[in-house]
């Protein structure tokens, strides 16, 4: 699998609710170009939030310095720090003006394992299910972070940070409450690759996604 057979996901990609979104990312390949090699995973599990009437989602209290990203362009990176120790990637969806924002919870690596061990300080024959199968480690595992790929467009070529399709489609998609959240967390919006080893959670199938 090399990023010469992957597509850069355009902008109208992004414009559906983040639900939707959040299930049609699913297979596709998030690239990150370092300086010396390209690092190459598949989403493999994401999480939907909603906007305004999310309690859960940064964009429920309005419009801040912070979350600026959500409410902006869609398809652009929304990277936050959590925990006073980890990154998280996301991306924005819905039209410009309209918040709403998918959260990359897990990847399959494809390309250069080794690098995402050794970023991780893992050594370089550790598990690949190690690298990046968290929001928290995926970031780690590919150098995401806020201060240099916050509103990145991960719809241009030229950007070192991508999501892009290779023609993959996922043969069964999983949905269950999102993890990992004390608000609206009865919400059936989380999306997975079902069977995939790779995701950060239970694999229990809650119900079918939608046609």
Not at 24 to 37: A, E, H, P, S
Not at 134 to 147: D, M
Not at 184 to 206: H, M, T, W, Y
Request: aromatic content about 6%; overall charge neutral.
């Amino acid at each position: 699998m090399g990023e010469s057979k992957a597509i850069p996901l355009p902008p109208e990609f992004y414009l559906d609710r983040p639900e939707k979104v959040a299930q049609n990312l699913l297979g596709k390949l998030l690239i990150r170009k370092l300086k010396d090699q390209t690092l190459i995973a598949r989403i493999v599990e994401t999480e939907a939030y909603l906007g305004n009437d999310d309690p859960a989602a940064h964009s429920f209290a309005g419009r801040t310095a912070r979350n600026e990203v959500l409410f902006g362009p869609p398809g652009h990176a929304y990277v936050y720090f959590i925990y006073g120790m980890h990154y998280c990637l996301n991306v924005s969806c819905e039209p410009e003006g309209q918040a709403g924002g998918v959260l990359i919870r897990a990847l399959e690596p494809v390309t250069g394992l080794a690098e995402m061990a050794r970023l991780r300080k893992l050594p370089p024959n550790a598990s690949p299910r190690l690298l990046t199968s968290g929001p928290g480690k995926l970031c780690q595992a590919l150098a995401i972070a806020r201060p240099e790929h916050n509103g990145i467009d991960l719809t241009d070529p030229a950007s070192e940070l991508q999501i892009a399709d290779d023609g993959y489609q996922p043969i069964e998609i999983a949905i269950t409450p999102r993890i990992g959240i004390s608000k609206a967390s009865d919400l059936e919006l989380r999306f997975l690759i079902a069977g995939n080893k790779f995701v950060s959670g239970p694999l229990r199938r809650s119900s079918p996604p939608e046609p």
